[in-house]
């Protein structure tokens, strides 16, 4: 796939008009199975389990080899748990492997985000949690603008994530001409903590992966920590000095954390 995203998702839900939901949905049922998309990760969102759509989606998509459904809108552990039961029979129904289709949950509202660690630590289905900007501004009657009114949200969703052990998203950005706006957010949610973001255009692919990826200045200082920590060792020390600073445990997960991700996006070691 020739923007090499690090999964692809196709949308059911409000990407979606309501006279086009039957047609998207045969459409993302074969597009699953075709063999330019066997070697990615498939994500679907499909429409909320309390619409006539929800349902449908969820049948068609299961079947046809979805690796992560996207719930969106969930605002409880009950959503999560009323999705659980029915992917348990459609997998047995099917013949998948039970446990094997993911989720991925998206909060929208002041509920999801209250409810964001409960949600979170809902289902070993869980890959992560994200959150999703447009409607839980419209549910905070606000808008969209700085990331004053994502502040709080953002938090919560990530230490929700962090304390089950799984994911967080941001949210995504829509204008999608606006390089130095998207690029600025990116900066932002990286230094936050999450682990990416949603994005709506492959333009937003390489920019994301470049903002993500360690510097050649942070690898080699990575390097470094790690040298000097090993030398450390070598003399019986559990911390030592490198330019006047401090190196122990954590500042050494951190340095190796720094060299994994430098691997990941192909930075030179
Ligand atoms: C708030 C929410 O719910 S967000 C989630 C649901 N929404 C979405 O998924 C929106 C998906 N994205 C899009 O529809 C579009 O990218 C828009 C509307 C944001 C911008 O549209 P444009 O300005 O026309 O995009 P752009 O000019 O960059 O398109 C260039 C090429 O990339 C393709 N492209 C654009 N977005 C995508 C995408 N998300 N996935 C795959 N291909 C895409 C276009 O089809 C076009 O291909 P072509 O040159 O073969 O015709
Ligand atoms: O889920 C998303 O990424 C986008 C979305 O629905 C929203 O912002 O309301
Ligand atoms: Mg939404």
């Not at 923007?3 to 839900?13: A, R």
């Not at 045969?26 to 066997?38: D, G, I, S, T």
């Not at 549910?139 to 700085?146: A, H, L, N, P, Y």
């Not at 919560?156 to 994530?161: G, K, N, P, Q, Y």
Request: proline content about 4%; some cysteine.
């Amino acid at each position: 796939f020739i923007y090499k995203p690090d999964s692809i998702m196709f949308d059911l839900e409000d990407a979606v008009a309501l006279r086009e939901k039957d047609s998207a949905r045969l459409l993302v049922f074969h597009a699953l199975q075709h063999p330019m998309y066997r070697d990615i990760e498939k994500v679907v969102r499909i429409n909320p389990l309390n619409t006539p759509f929800g349902l449908p989606d969820l049948e068609a998509v299961v079947r046809a080899g979805v690796d992560v459904i996207r719930l969106p809108k969930t605002d409880s552990p009950e959503d999560i748990a009323e999705l659980e039961t029915h992917l348990e029979r459609i997998e047995k129904a099917c013949g998948r492997e039970p446990g094997s289709t993911r989720i991925m949950a998206a909060i929208e509202s002041a509920i999801g985000v209250i409810n964001a660690v409960a949600i979170a630590r809902s289902s070993p289905r869980l890959i992560g949690i994200a959150l999703a900007a447009f409607d839980y501004v419209m549910d905070m009657q606000t808008e969209r603008g700085d990331g004053t009114e994502l502040f709080y949200a953002r938090c919560a969703v990530l230490h929700a994530a962090r304390a089950a052990g799984i994911d967080a998203f941001d949210v995504v950005w829509s204008d999608v001409n606006d390089e130095a706006g998207f690029l600025r957010e990116v900066g932002l949610i990286r230094k936050m903590g999450f682990n990416g973001k949603s994005l709506v255009n492959p333009r937003q692919i390489d920019l994301l992966h470049n903002a993500y990826a360690p510097t050649q200045q942070e690898v080699d200082h990575a390097k470094r920590v790690i040298e000097a920590a090993e030398e450390g060792e070598r003399n019986g020390l559990g911390v030592v000095s490198l330019n006047g600073k401090m190196v122990d445990a954590p500042i050494i997960d951190h340095a190796q954390r720094v060299l994994e991700r430098a691997a990941a996006s192909g930075v030179r070691q």
